[in-house]
């Protein structure tokens, strides 16, 4: 893929992504790198001017955003995620607003997967914590029942502990089939779960491997981990 916004210059250059169902591919690398703009093009939110975008195989490049939704695309950015007037059922039903079929089933696996959600369903979605908040977002992203899963920075801002949590029900989710695709800060821990990691420097690809593979790589480890 390449591309930026508008009439800018490109922000991207060439880089590649690939993810097979059920992965959970991470693209780290340093501030400006072009991480969250490559996961932007993939689901839609700027123009690329060389390079395509598939799923399952077909050309989507052309389609926007809502519309690869309706093919199974479910993106949650890092911020203004949730509806905070809204309570956190309502948010999860606006999860679902493209479906005209019965959510209870979904509802009931969101519950599952995040118990403290069910509690608080009845509770405006703003006065959660941080780490709750996310799991809105993430939930109700789940409620169009994707299968391709994308996460910008989800980690941002919580606790160490959150931070484990969340990446745990990110295993659980990629457990049903899910692709995840996720741009995080948290390298060294993102890159633990992660089965395909992408290592970005100025919209290009840098190194590309297991995840495993880049924490033991000494070139990424020195230049991006932090020795």
Not at 19 to 45: C, E, H, L, R, Y
């Amino acid at each position: 893929m390449t591309g930026g916004y508008g009439g800018g210059g490109d922000i991207l250059n060439g880089c590649t992504i690939s993810i097979d169902p059920g992965q959970i591919a991470v693209i780290v690398g340093p501030n400006g790198a072009g991480k969250s703009t490559a996961m932007k093009a993939v689901f839609g939110m700027l123009s690329l001017r060389k390079g395509a975008v598939r799923l399952a195989g077909r050309d989507i490049t052309a389609l926007t955003p809502q519309a690869r939704v309706a093919q199974g695309m479910a993106f949650v950015p890092q911020t203004h995620n949730i509806f905070t007037s809204m309570t956190v059922e309502e948010n999860l039903e606006m999860g679902a607003f493209l479906r005209r079929d019965d959510i209870a089933d979904t509802m009931a696996q969101v519950y599952d997967l995040f118990p403290i959600l069910r509690d608080k369903r009845r509770q405006p979605a703003g006065e959660l914590s941080g780490g709750q908040r996310q799991q809105v977002a993430v939930g109700r992203a789940l409620m169009t029942r994707p299968t391709v899963l994308m996460l910008d920075e989800p980690t941002a801002g919580v606790s160490p502990i959150v931070m484990d949590e969340l990446f745990d029900r990110i295993i659980e989710v990629a457990r049903t089939g899910i692709s995840i695709l996720m741009v995080e800060q948290n390298a060294r821990q993102a890159l633990e779960i992660a089965d395909r990691g992408y290592v970005l420097v100025q919209g290009r690809n840098a190194f590309t491997d297991t995840g495993r593979a880049l924490l033991n790589d000494p070139d990424v480890r020195r230049s991006f981990l932090g020795g």
